[in-house]
């Protein structure tokens, strides 16, 4: 409850703060046995009280939106409406969030799922461990740290001759412990190329297969996070998430004649993912502005809850990963399991009640879907329309 507050379309309460802090003081779980090393991880933790009152939390800002009327169906011989199976890409569909969404899709049996993984062994195995059936599925390689492999991606695809009808990208990489950065096949840094640039392609070049498809309610979602959003205490957490004037990203990300940062600033693993989901949720924004009236897809991002047990965190120390899920179940209640992570991110990949274009979804502590707010520079249209013009110089579309 104490933290939930943040997950709430309303500013967080200084009262919510303060039982944070409550809480915080009163465990043992930090102070007592975290080795000096590791406290930069849960350094955070360690903030005083009034630090994390003094946090100023830039003023809500309500994401764009703009409603989407369901097409018809066609209408089968008997004058039935029928509907015919959606297919779905998500990417990073082999474990975590992915994985979960995946499960929660082809258990409607009303879509086909392609697994778009840059390990196809290891999605076909996930696919199987949590049951999903065979005709339900098909994993197809995409590896999104290559602009080469996202075009050869689109091309297998597009040869399946399936029609688009939602596009999911979800993967990501973290690196909170890199000292240095490593880089994608074309050598912009790892975090922001895999998760922005890799997915920007992605998506700039399957927008028009989902324009082509006669699916009512197309969809293109963005997994976002409330770590992006310094309008939360979560996005306060240092390093902060900021795109600066993104001299860096315009000079290529590449650590050489550049900085490997957005910012320009010293390479800094933790921040560069949190930068690159502050892209990710503009990247929407800017979809939705540029290409929701005219084709009607509805553009989403959205915060699913902390899902503290995935992947995501392999790269983090071993003490992190122990501590992280219970401090977020026991301390923060922002805790999800995948299942239910899995279970919103399918809702907003069909439910009709989320057809809205251009919002930022999060859940309730009773799982119910609400439109929320986005920080002051998350959803900056300005630096939403610069970060796109840059990114398509990047990847090579203009
Ligand atoms: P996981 O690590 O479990 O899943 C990430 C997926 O991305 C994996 O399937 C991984 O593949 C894939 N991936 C990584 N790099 C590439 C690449 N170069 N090409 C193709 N696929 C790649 O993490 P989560 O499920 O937690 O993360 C999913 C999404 O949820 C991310 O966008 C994350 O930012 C977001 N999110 C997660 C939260 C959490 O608390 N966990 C909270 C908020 C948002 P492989 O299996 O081969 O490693
Ligand atoms: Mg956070 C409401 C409080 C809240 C929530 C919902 C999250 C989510 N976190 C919260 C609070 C705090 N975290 C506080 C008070 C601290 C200081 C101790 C804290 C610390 C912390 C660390 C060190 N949190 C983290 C880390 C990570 O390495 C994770 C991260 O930033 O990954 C990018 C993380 C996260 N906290 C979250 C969520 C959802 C994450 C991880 C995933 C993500 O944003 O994609």
Known sequence: MALQASLLPSAISVHNEGKLNCALKESSFIGAFVPKNVKSDFSP??????????????????????????????????????????????????????????KALADTGKWHIVMACRNFLKAEKAAKSVGITKENYTVMHLDLSSLESVRQFVDTFRRSGRPLDALVCNAAIYLPTAKEPTYTAEGFELSVGTNHLGHFLLSRLLLDDLKKSDYPQKRLIIVGSITGNTNTLAGNVPPKANLGDLRGLAGGLNGLNSSAMIDGGEFDGAKAYKDSKVCNMLTMQEFHRRYHEESGITFSSLYPGCIATTGLFREHIPLFRIL??????????????????????AQVVYDSSLTKSG????????????????SQEASDAEKARKLWEVSEKLVGLA
């Open 45 to 102: 933790l360690l903030i005083g009280t009034k630090e994390l009152k003094r946090k100023s939390f830039s003023g809500p800002i309500r994401a764009q939106t703009a409603t989407v009327a369901p097409s018809v169906n066609e209408a089968a011989p008997d004058g039935k409406k029928t509907l015919r199976k959606g297919n779905v890409i998500i990417t990073g569909a082999s474990s975590g969030l992915g994985l979960a969404t995946a």
């Open 324 to 345: 992280f899920p219970p401090f977020q179940k026991y301390i923060t209640k922002g805790y999800v399991s995948e299942e239910e992570a899995g279970k919103r991110l």
């Open 359 to 374: 919002v930022y979804w999060s859940w309730n502590k009773n799982s119910a879907s609400f439109e929320n707010q986005l």
